[in-house]
């Protein structure tokens, strides 16, 4: 069975300039995170979708990053404009409705602002 | 965001020893997990722990909850060179926030052949 599947792995783009991340859960998986994680930290949840819905984005910072999951899907993630303290890795996983211990997470897209 | 209290932040041991690392908080969880995260990767689950008090065991590793739901533990038997990388505690909430993971800065673990 596939894991979840981030592209892209590396993105290297210059402040002020936008960037997207894409995600594809693990098959069935109802329930989609995206997560930010700073060097020598760990992660930090962003934003919960339940199939299409984002049902938590109170860690998003809505100024200049945004989401969607039109299908019940795959997912995007965006930034606009980018900021040098955007520099970090992003993480997408999934889990089963109501199986929220039981994240799988992809291997993240690290993110360069210069 | 709220961050659990992780230690020891890194570990330099000899492949056979044993490790051991803890995590604490000042809010209760309902789960306690443990992850692993190689260079370049998502954290991958080891073990997860239910109960206060429990203490499971998932080949080498074993990890316990602690009896006041505000901390945890993970011991590595018989390190191997494979054991190289950041291992993550994270607390599971409960109510309105039961999905939400609370993660510990990690503790870097390197075993010297």
């Known amino acids: 069975e596939a894991g979840v599947v981030q592209s892209p792995r590396y993105k290297i783009i210059e402040k002020k300039q936008p960037v997207a991340f894409w995600c594809n859960p693990i098959?069935?998986?109802?329930?989609l995170y995206w997560y930010l994680q700073n060097l020598g930290q760990g992660p930090e949840l962003l934003i919960r979708?339940?199939?299409?819905?984002?049902?938590?984005d109170s860690q998003l910072p809505k100024d200049r990053f945004s989401a969607e999951r039109l299908k019940g899907v795959d997912s995007t993630l965006k930034i606009q404009p980018a900021e040098l303290g955007d520099s970090a890795v992003y993480l997408c996983?999934?889990?089963?409705?109501?199986?929220?211990?039981?994240?799988?997470f992809g291997p993240g897209t690290r993110l360069t602002v210069l | 965001g709220q961050q659990l209290n992780q230690s020891p932040q890194s570990m330099f041991i000899q492949e056979g020893e044993d490790v051991s690392m803890n995590c604490t908080s000042s809010?209760?969880?309902?789960?306690w997990l443990w992850y692993k995260q190689d260079p370049g990767e998502g954290p991958v689950l080891l073990i997860a722990?239910?109960?206060?008090?429990e203490l499971t065991s998932n080949g080498r590793l074993t990890a316990q909850f602690g009896i006041t739901r505000k901390d945890s533990f993970l011991n590595i038997s018989a390190s191997i060179p494979s054991d190289v990388g950041i291992y993550f505690c994270?607390?599971?909430?409960?109510?309105?926030?039961?999905?939400?993971?609370?993660f510990g800065k990690g503790t870097l673990l390197t075993v010297n052949p």
């Open positions: 996983a999934s889990s089963l409705s109501g199986t929220y211990n039981e994240q799988f």
């Open positions: 098959s069935g998986h109802n329930t």
């Open positions: 979708y339940e199939n299409e819905e984002a049902v938590d």
């Open positions: 809010s209760i969880f309902n789960t």
């Open positions: 722990l239910y109960k206060a008090g």
């Open positions: 994270a607390g599971q909430g409960s109510g309105g926030s039961n999905y939400k993971l609370t």
